[in-house]
């Protein structure tokens, strides 16, 4: 693998996972409460012995900079680095990425000054696990030029995703980006081995070989790899190869699909596991003290550490890392996200965390929140969608920004 480049995409706006979004890029909003999304696939290249690797990024992108800059060193004799390309203008190119190809193209001087044979192109946004070194061998093995990871998918699900059709040989020789109408959805129909999933969605990860990445982002101007260049490439002729993955695999697109990828972690036998001692997800090390529990009761859900816990009760929940949470509050299927501090030990009209008395339920809280007492966060009137100062509500889940404070008392 040391003749692969990684290149990692987290320069996208995320609108649909705003207000999580609005102070943050997308990868660098906290999950499984204490680690962020571009730790899912910076973990798996370094538990495939890729060691080379770029992030590129554009919007809202302090805080993971920062996340990066701390987390992952490299030691002078591994020949591995870890390095952020920010979005800049130049005399040659004076836009901002307009897409993922476009994102690349801006940045292929940096990449072929190396001897690499392979680009991995990642998302910075998706939930799972792969090795990537029985990606590239398939890649390899079948001398494509192009090799797509996909996924069987339910017929509503291929209306949100490339939909792609493959030979016997496992080459791709049809692609339909995210089709509404039901004749292309049936034409797209293909054997998967589960008949509830007969569709090969895209999950959005690429391998181009070295030469054949150029040529593509020269041959074809479009800006988006999915949207753009490889229906293109498959209809010029291009190699184009499907690799078939059938483990755990999350979008995290939307504010429902990151819900409930969290919450999913407090199921006895999780989707996806951050306990797997053969191919850890590596975070920032933070030293913190191990979590206060008093008379609470937690019943199926993940604490993170150097919390202070004294609520009634915690059903289904996570709770992230520093989390103040005080007594009489019962929290059910929630993500607290915790805080990136200890607050002091001063007299405030709001501290830090969760008050007394409260309950929160169905809800995400950002971090460094001040929640009063008595407060309700419920969805009490069953709103789909509201935008308010210090909270918003999308597909009925409501998310407390992060640094909110509620007053005592407040019912959402």
């Not at 184009?240 to 919450?263: K, L």
Request: aromatic share 10%; with cysteine; proline share 3%.
């Amino acid at each position: 693998m040391r003749h692969v480049l990684s290149l990692i995409l987290g320069g996208g706006r995320g609108t649909r996972l705003a207000p999580l979004t609005s102070v943050r890029s997308k990868p660098a909003v906290p999950i499984g409460g204490k680690y962020r999304l571009i730790d899912i696939p910076i973990s798996n290249c370094l538990n495939s012995n890729l060691r080379r690797i770029y992030v590129l990024t554009q919007f809202n992108s302090e805080s993971l900079h920062r996340h990066l800059n701390s987390t992952y060193k490299f030691d002078a004799f591994s020949q591995g680095f870890l390095e952020v390309l920010a979005a800049s203008q130049s005399f040659e190119n004076a836009n901002w990425y307009q897409g993922t190809a476009d994102a690349v193209r801006h940045n292929l001087h940096h990449f072929e000054k190396w001897d690499f044979t392979e680009y991995l192109i990642l998302a910075g946004d998706h939930l799972y696990r792969m090795n990537y070194g029985k990606f590239v061998n398939h890649h390899r093995f079948n001398t494509a030029d192009i090799t797509v990871s996909v996924k069987a998918i339910t017929r509503d699900d291929a209306r949100e995703f490339g939909v792609l059709k493959v030979n016997s040989s496992g080459r791709i020789i049809r692609f339909a980006e995210k089709p509404k109408d039901d004749k292309i959805l049936d034409e797209m129909t293909s054997e998967t081995g589960d008949p509830e999933k007969p569709y090969w969605g895209s999950m959005g990860i690429y391998v181009f070989s070295k030469k054949i990445l150029r040529k593509a982002l020269t041959d074809i101007r479009g800006d988006d790899f999915g949207g753009d260049i490889i229906p293109s490439a498959i209809e010029k002729g291009y190699h184009v190869q499907a690799y078939f993955f059938n483990g755990y695999w999350e979008d995290i697109g939307t504010i429902r699909s990151f819900y409930y990828a969290n919450i999913a972690l407090t199921s006895k036998k999780p989707p996806f596991s951050f306990q797997d001692p053969l191919m850890p997800i590596y975070t920032h090390a933070r030293m913190l003290p191990g979590s206060h529990i008093m008379d609470s009761c937690i019943v199926s859900s993940v604490l993170g550490e150097g919390s202070a816990i004294k609520a009634t009760s915690i059903r289904k929940s996570v709770i992230g890392i520093r989390s103040i949470i005080d007594f009489g509050t019962t929290i059910e299927s929630s993500y607290i996200m915790g805080n990136d501090f200890f607050e002091e030990d001063i007299e405030t009209d709001i501290p830090l965390g969760i008050g007394r008395n409260c309950i929160i339920k169905n809800a995400i809280i950002d971090k460094n929140v001040h929640i009063g007492n008595d407060v309700q966060i419920l969805n009490k009137n069953s709103i789909d969608y509201k935008e308010e100062s210090q909270y918003w509500i999308r597909d009925g889940i409501v998310v407390v920004k992060k640094g909110a404070i509620l007053e005592d008392g407040i019912i959402i």
